[in-house]
Each structure stands twice: as C-alpha cells, then as structure tokens.
C-alpha cells in the first residue's frame, strides 16, 4: 500500500494525504453511535477534479475502497470507514461557484457548507429551501449524497428537488456532467436524482447545480398545546385534509416537551397535562399569513387544543421554536441519545408516538418524539447511559422496534438520515427482493469493482 | 412467430391481442410526423398486472422487442412501432385505484387519461399539477414515461416531482415496487424517478402512487402585448429576479398572435406592430393574487408594454388564455405542423425568438413560436406544405436548426416531449460520451436482451 499512497503523494501533494493515526481517527465515522467503523489506510482532500480522478484511479489500481464523506454529521453510518480503505474527503471543495438570479440558480462545490451556501444566495434575495438540522456544519455534499430533507420540506421538498445537475466522478475516473442549467428538461435518463441520495456507493459528487426560489417572507408562528397526541395527530390530518400548507409544522411528545423545559429552564405555556405540542409557521407574509395561520388555530382548537398561541413577531416567533431546536441537546442531561428516523403516512403519526411510548416502557428507556408533522417525518430518539453496555443493548432493540412500527403504519425505514451501515437490513425488509437485485444491477453497471461504499446501503452478495 | 402469439391469446384472451392489418396500423405511431414507424406483428392490450408479466415473459423467450404505449399523444416517436414487435397498449388499466385525501395522495393505473384522473381527485378538493397540453386525452402512463410537464410547471414542477412510487414490470417478467406512500423516504437509490422519463425503455409501468396538492384558488389572468420580443424576454427574467412564482406565464411570438387572430377572427387588442404577448395567471386567491398579478402587470409595463390587461373573471381569463391554446389547430389554415421542443435559460428566450425567426427566414417557412415563458421551455412550430416533399425537408432542417440553437443558448434539446426516435442524435450531442455510456449501461443493467423499446431514446451500439 505504500505504492498507492506514493502515488496519491505524487499527484496530490503530500499535504493532501494524510496518514497520522489520530488525524486518520478523527475522519473514520460520523455522529451515528450503532455503526462500526473501520481503520483506514489514509484520508485524503482533494482541491479539485483532478485530485478526485487521480485518487480513483489509483485506488481502483490498487483494488483499495474509497469511502467518500464531507463533515461527518451523518446518522447513519454511511461516511464511517471500513478497513484498510481511503477515505475522500470533498471539505475543500468549498466554492461557491456561481450565483445566477436571472435564472434563480446557483453552481456549488460539494464542500460548502449548507449555511454558507443559504447565506450566500440570501444575498440576492434567494433562498435554497433544504435545511437539515446539522445546517450550520453539514456540507452540500452529505446533503446531496443522502438526499437530506429538514423543516422546510412540508412545503418545499427535500434535496432532489432542488438539483438540475451534477459533475460527478465516476468509477473508472471519468468525468459524468449530468442534468442541465434550465428549469425543465428530459433529455435522457434522469440520471441526476439516481446520484442524489446514492449515498456514496455509485461515484464523488464534485460539483452541483441547483434551483433556487424566491426568499420567502419572514414567518409568523403558531404553537398549540394537546392534552393527547390523538388530538394533535387529528389537527395534522385536519391541516393536510384542509389543503393548508404551513412553511413548518413540528410535532413534540411529552417526553420531548419535558426535556426542553427542564433545558431552557421555562415553562412552555402549554400546561402540566401537555402530551403533544405543535409547531407551525406560515411564510406567506402580510395577510395570507395571518389568515393561514388563523385557519391552522382554528384547526388545532377544533382538534381539541388547550392552548393555542399565535405571533408574528420573528424573534418570538424564533423564541417558540427553539423549544423544538434544543430537544436533541436537552436530552443529554439523561444520557446519550440515539435519534431513529421513521417516515408514516401523516394520518398515522399519533399511532406511531403511542407505539413510541410502549417501546419505550417495555426497553425500560426514555423515548422522545420529535418530528416533521407536515410531512411524517418522526425522529424518535433514545436515551441510554454511555457506559452501560446493557442500556445500549437495550436502545438498540428500541431502534429496530421503532421501524418495526414505522413499516407496519405503512411507513419507510429512513425519512432523511438514509440507510448507510445501520439500516441494510432494514432496506431488504422494506424494499423486498426484486428492488434489491435491481439495486445490485445498478450498482454493479456503474461500479463493477465495488470501489465506492462497499457494504454501505447494502452489500452485493 | 404463431406459437408466440397462440400463447399470448392463451393467457390474456384472444380478445387482447389484435392482428388486424387496419388495426395494428393504428396502433404503430404517434403524433410526430418526422418519425418513421413500422410494422408490429401484433397489438396487445393486457388488462391486469398478470397479462403483462406474460406477455414480457413470451416476447422475452421469442426474442419479439415490446414498444409499449398508452394514448399515442406522444411528439418524440417514442411510441412508433419498430418491424415484427408486439405494440404493448396500456390503455385498459383505466382505473383510479385508490384517493387518499388524508395524506394527499392517490393511487392511479397508467392508462387513465389524465384529465379523468384530474376530475376525479378535483372531487376531494385536491390537485394533480402535471398537464400536457393533450390532456384531455393523453394518459397518466405516456405522461409518466416521458416525465411530462405543461402549462403548470412554473410554479408545480413536472410529473416526476408528483411521483411517490411506481409497480414497474421488469424484463424478465418480476414486478418491481419503487417508492413510498409516505412524503419523505430514502431508503435505497430513488428507482422511482429513474423510470420516470426513461420512454418505455426500462420497464413496463402498471401503477403510480402520486401525491396531490390542494386544489388552487380560481385564477386571475393577466395579458401584456410587447412592441419587441426583447421587452418579453426582459419582463421574463425581471419576473423571475424579483421573485415571482406565477402559476402560468406564456408567450406567444408575433407569428403566433396573428395565426390566433385569424383563427379566432378576432383581434387580441394586442395593436398591429405587438410582437410578443405574456400571458400570465395568479392561482394565490383574493388580494394575494390581485397583488401578485398588480405586480406582474408593473413589470411588463416598466418592460414597455404597450398593452397590459388583467382579470379576475375566471371565464373572461379563460377567453384570454384561448388565444395561446388554439395556436397549433390556428397553424394548420397555413399548412400542416411540426412542433419543437427545447428548453432554455429564462434570460433566453428574446434570444431564441430572434432565432427562429432567422432560421424560419433561412428555409423559408413559417414558424411560429409558443412556449412556458416561466420556464423557459419553448415550441417554436415549423408550417409546411403537406404535399411537398421539398417543404418537408426544410420543415426538418429547421428543426434540427432551432434544437441547435438551444443549445448555443444554454438549453437543453427536450423540455417535455422526450427524445423517442427523433432526437437520438441530438442527446449524445447534449449528453456526451461519458452520460450516453452511464445510459448503456443502466438499459443493459435492467434489460439485457433489449427487449423494451429498443432503438429509442439510444442505441446500444
């Protein structure tokens, strides 16, 4: 291996190939505690597309894997190293390479990170909707690879549809230019969104081009207060039914709602008898956005709401929705947590949050729910102590219980996190033989030697 | 080829495969002139899941390439028969399988026409955007396999962004299940949206899961006659820097506003030198639309609109908007037509007027250009002479001249009717050699033996 990593030296410059143990530690995993990670031979950072076509072919030369990764917020396992592999890191690729209001587009490296990049189109009063709750430190890049969603996608979707095209390099080197710079077109396969929530297993994404929208008004917000989850999971069926479309509507349990009081130390306003809390904003602006945000009040006290408060003041407005914001962090004066990520249809979300509850008695562990209500979303997450391996054992079995329930509510296993190295599984239980072959069949046409990701999102045999 | 056939009429009736020499001429072409069509050995109509499994199964084992089908609305030739295949026709999976309005979805086999489709969920209050300009008659399969778009893109995207999950007959006969029933998903690669669009060359799809949005506000409609097409094409891009997101933005060059008139016999009010007319709608409600179309309307006339006219009689709107839809039936006073399609920046569209216009001087024959302003996808339509030889010739030199054209300008060569049998050439120009490559590769991943469509979209060799 000393060849490969010569060779890498040679082409890259030495600064870009790093070896240190501990440097090689810090870039062998990602925030998600159930995955393993292995110890690769090298990490390397790459400046241009260049240094990518070079690294992927040296190591294909070399038949060593190459696991691809940007900041490492993910949850899932994908960017964790496995044995003796190489990990790429896109970080340097941070430019933001071109903003276009005329045509409401922007060209961007896989490295800038998603805060960055919404600070910069916010410029030209534009506004790039995906916005997962690692925004100010996740990169382009994981959100392109794991299709990343966020709050915003009740009304604005999730990555994919966001993304006219990609640079892309692929197995053997090759430069793929996919998709277009125009709003519409169907020239050919889409081959863009088959890239886009790949999670690192079909080629290194180097650059992208993406739609962007107009800035949205600044946002009024709601928060109601149930005294059941039925209740509150009625007032998002009502909301979906009634063909009202918030900018955000948030889901917290009990459990959730505790944590973030105890946290911030306050009293959320919403009774000692609170078993869900919702979260609702409307980004319409002026009138449309009081009335939205009237009809979503109605809605919830018609639903049976106790307390219902609404404001268009942005800085109070931000104020309601730190509560939701703080609940991972608030969880921590417990223990560690794992988050699980379950997608339902909307019309079963209180039945999900009542199974939560349930699991969460029979493993004998704290289980928060928070969530996407507007679009099913459920991030049910689990406190263990750190340093009991029996606590662990028993989150872990709350993990699968929970997507258990979340395939039996006619759900899917990942909303947003993707499958990476924990859910494998779970994928072949939900996707079912014939989705997997073609899985394997596409895998093997673009990445016959199983370069990228081996054994991530699923394995080829 | 008898035994092939006896054994087709054994498992799906002998009233589900036609031979009829009249017969199976009706079913061997679409509504591309420039296409060439051949001759099917036979038609079959399947009526269940099972009858195309068989029918996939006998062709596959008798080496007889399927060219799959619904209405025959189609523009590329993606549906013309080639020699001694079986025309695969899905129109008798008509049925509306299933309306959600809980979760805002449904549940549709590919052979309703889509305008019966759109009835049917208007009945529960909700919406399905996509909508061909054939969409009284075109079906929700063709619109899948060519990811369609229409008058409704601006602002709702195109059929993909509808799409949750598809039943997709395979090659080799399995039923493959893509997607989700939830909002959100991304466990596995997005199989969905790379059989959308792929032209009936991957599979045979026999139901769509879609999610629906809430039925609009009636429309206000706005129209603006420019005494350039450069003045339009600013008014476009201002439209779109500032943020904008009507639900419908046409235009119609100078070409088409007087084939209009004539067949209309009426006059638009445009005056005689307009050039271009803008014909934009609001689809926001009450005073957020009139404010939207109050700013549509300032933008043209800071434009130098010599004529701005709005609207919020729906029915009156509907008479405005009857000027960009009959142009195509008004094009044939002059001759029969041939329609374009090419997408470009929205900061292009003066540009690719000026163009046509050049080009139509360059053959001598009439074009006339409409198109989805707000997108930038145009059809700019050659006229020529149904009996000459000569005419026709130069009909399809400007075609291939205006597909040039959008790509000088940034475009792409399909916008919404696919590549078929017409622009083959034209997407290895666009895509290169690296994505025509990753194309081959998938098609012979998913259908080794080129049983689907062989010959459309690309060849294998």
């Not at 059941?228 to 009202?244: C, H, I, K, N, Y």
């Not at 009293?267 to 009335?291: K, N, V």
């Not at 009237?294 to 929705?321: H, P, R």
């Not at 033989?433 to 899985?439: E, L, Q, T, Y």
Request: contains cysteine; glycine residues 10%; charged residues 20%.
């Amino acid at each position: 291996m000393d060849a490969l990593l010569t060779e890498l030296r040679a082409a890259l410059g030495k600064d870009a190939v790093l070896t240190d143990p501990d440097v090689v530690a810090s870039y062998s995993r990602d925030m998600m505690p159930l995955a393993p990670n292995g110890k690769p031979l090298a990490v390397v950072l790459p400046t241009d597309v260049a240094g990518v076509q070079a690294t992927v072919r040296a190591c294909a030369e070399a038949k060593v894997p190459i696991v691809p990764r940007g900041a490492g917020s993910g949850l899932s396992g994908a960017a964790n190293a496995i044995d003796g592999c190489v990990v790429l890191v896109m970080t340097k690729f941070d430019r933001v390479v071109e903003i276009d209001p005329g045509n409401r587009l922007a060209v961007v490296q896989p490295g800038v990170v998603n805060l960055d990049f919404r600070t910069a189109v916010e410029e030209h009063g534009l506004f790039y909707p995906p916005d997962p709750s690692s925004y100010d430190w996740c990169t382009i890049g994981g959100n392109l690879s794991t299709n990343a969603g966020g709050l915003c996608c009740v009304k604005y979707g999730v990555t994919t549809d966001s993304v006219l095209g990609l640079e892309v390099v692929l197995a053997d080197g090759s430069v793929l230019r996919t998709g277009r710079r125009t709003v519409k077109g169907v020239a050919g396969y889409d081959l863009t969104k088959l890239f886009i929530g790949s999670e690192g297993t079909l080629g290194i994404i180097t650059e992208a081009t993406v739609a962007l929208r107009p800035l949205p008004q600044a946002p009024g917000t709601l928060v109601a207060g149930f005294d059941s989850t039925e209740q509150a999971g009625d007032a998002v069926a009502r909301v979906v039914r009634e063909g009202l479309v918030p900018s955000l509507m948030e889901i917290m349990d009990a459990s959730s709602i505790k944590a973030a009081e105890s946290y911030l130390n306050t009293d959320l306003g919403a009774g000692s008898d609170c078993q869900a809390l919702l979260l609702c904003q409307s980004d319409a602006g002026g009138e449309a956005a009081r009335s939205e945000l009237a009809a979503l009040e109605q809605i919830c006290l018609d639903c049976g709401a106790g307390m219902a408060y609404a404001t268009d003041d942005v800085a109070e407005g931000k104020m309601l929705l730190q509560a939701r914001r703080v609940v991972l962090t608030a969880l921590e004066q417990y223990g560690v947590w794992l988050t699980d990520d379950v997608s339902v249809p909307r019309t079963r979300i209180a039945e999900l949050i009542a199974g939560c509850e349930r699991i969460s008695e029979e493993v004998g562990l704290r289980i928060a729910v928070v969530g996407h209500a507007g679009d099913g979303n459920m991030h049910p997450t689990i406190v263990y102590a750190p340093d009991s391996a029996d606590e662990f054992a028993r989150a872990r079995k709350a993990f699968d219980a929970i997507l258990d329930l979340g395939l039996a509510l006619g759900g899917t296993v990942t909303g947003e996190h993707g499958v990476g190295k924990i859910k494998r599984d779970w994928l072949e239980r939900e996707a079912g033989p014939v989705a997997m072959r073609v899985h394997r069949q596409l895998k093997q046409a673009l990445d016959p030697e199983n370069l990228f990701n081996p054994g991530s999102m699923f394995s080829l045999d």
